[in-house]
């Protein structure tokens, strides 16, 4: 099947033809005519709308959909019975359905991405994104990180090899591995020893001997660490 293309879209040269048995070519082409020239009437019209109504659906729905989308949607709606002279005008109406339509398939495909996201990133981090989020928003917020972002970095993608610069104590960062592995934020049988040591400095230094710190730490089994109640809030509030 032969296809002419303009900047409007993709469209069957035959298209017309199911349907239309028994009419001549002339005619046909005729119809095709009157199609691209409902097409970029449409166009037209919708640009005239969007002068009034840009801001208003992008600050509503936070995105605006494509002009060619748009087109598309309207001629098909409107049938083979209101083309031509017959075209009506968009509505405001019409304007809000279809940003509807449009945000609903975002949506669904933004919801793809994440989904992507988590199960390259599960190795290390297993719940929300939106939690990753929070608890780098709130490290940084009270000085446990110089950055929010190559913490979030670090936790959520393997091939970062920078490390986070830690600004408390190492038993604080120990502990918060302890917290987001008991919480499950991370696998039960993820290694947060060398994680650490491998991806964290403590004010700039090397991180070494984890795992003799936690062992220390297990002789005394009620001791937590001080100021250990800064990450406790985070966990209790969240």
Do not use: C
């Not at 996201?117 to 009270?142: F, P, V």
């Amino acid at each position: 099947m032969k296809k002419k293309h303009s900047k409007l879209g993709t469209y069957s040269n035959d298209g017309l033809s199911i349907g239309f048995n028994g009419f001549s070519d002339d005619t046909l082409d005729e119809m095709r005519k009157i199609v691209l020239e409902d097409y970029e009437n449409i166009e037209i019209d919708l640009q005239r709308q969007l002068l009034r109504l840009d801001d208003y659906l992008k600050k509503t729905f936070g995105a605006l959909f494509r002009t060619e989308d748009f087109v598309k949607w309207f001629f098909d709606k409107k049938k083979i019975t209101q083309w031509g002279s017959n075209l009506p005008k968009i509505n405001d109406a019409e304007l809000i359905t279809y940003s509807r339509i449009y945000i609903n398939e975002l949506n669904e495909l933004t919801k793809d991405i994440s989904i992507q996201r988590i199960k390259k990133t599960s190795i290390i981090w297993i719940k929300d994104e939106a939690d990753l989020m929070k608890l780098s928003n709130y490290l940084y917020t009270n000085s446990f990180i110089e950055t929010e972002k190559d913490f979030h970095t670090i936790i959520s993608d393997p091939t970062f090899k920078q490390r986070v610069n830690w600004l408390k104590t190492k038993t604080l960062l120990i502990y918060l591995f302890e917290r987001i592995k008991e919480l499950e934020y991370i696998p039960k049988e993820f290694s947060e020893n060398s994680f650490i040591e491998n991806n964290f400095l403590i004010s700039g230094k090397i991180i070494e001997n984890v795992k003799q710190s936690k062992d220390g730490k297990k002789k005394n089994k009620n001791s937590k660490p001080k100021n250990h109640i800064l990450i406790d809030a985070f966990f209790d509030t969240n």
